[in-house]
């Protein structure tokens, strides 16, 4: 039995979003620096989703690091969203402390980390959407003894994939 997803509503609207939303779930009990990664990735692309919504802010600039996505979210966004903002810049900045290992959060901290992207991704799919769904509690997957083996199935490629989504990251930072 498949268990639902924290980013479940994000299936239908946003599904490169629910897909990274369940690698962030799966993620987080093998590898932590993982799961704070594709957070950071996710905000990343939510910030895209959001600047879609706004139609003279051009989406597909890529030059822009994610730290200019999130100064230009404040300058955007309403005012009532500021906590919203500052979470984006945590993100980031743990995502970014985990791609480099020198940094190190203790797994609270990615907990936090974790539920913050969620709670994100339900204000900001509220926005979006002019929907009203409420965040609920953020439930960390345990995993079967299924779900180990479709993990171990799929890890190596997850590794290759975000090897490569931390060199992007390093060399957006430098």
Request: hydrophobic share 35%.
């Amino acid at each position: 039995m498949e268990t639902i997803s924290n980013f479940e509503f994000l299936k239908k609207d946003y599904p490169d979003l629910y897909k990274i939303g369940k690698e962030i779930e799966v993620c987080y009990s093998v590898d932590e620096d993982s799961a704070k990664v594709k957070c950071r990735l996710f905000i990343d692309i939510l910030s895209l989703k959001i600047f879609n919504s706004y139609s003279n802010i051009n989406p597909n600039n890529t030059y822009e690091s994610l730290d200019e996505k999130i100064r230009l979210l404040k300058n955007i966004l309403p005012a009532n969203f500021i906590k919203e903002i500052n979470a984006f810049d945590e993100i980031r900045i743990a995502g970014n402390n985990a791609a480099h290992p020198q940094q190190k959060y203790r797994r609270s901290k990615t907990e936090d980390i974790i539920q913050k992207t969620y709670y994100l991704s339900v204000q900001f799919y509220n926005y979006l959407q002019n929907q009203n769904i409420s965040a609920k509690q953020f439930s960390f997957l345990k995993k079967s003894n299924v779900q180990q083996k479709e993990f171990e199935l799929t890890l190596a490629a997850k590794n290759r994939e975000l090897a490569s989504e931390k060199e992007r990251i390093k060399s957006l930072e430098e």
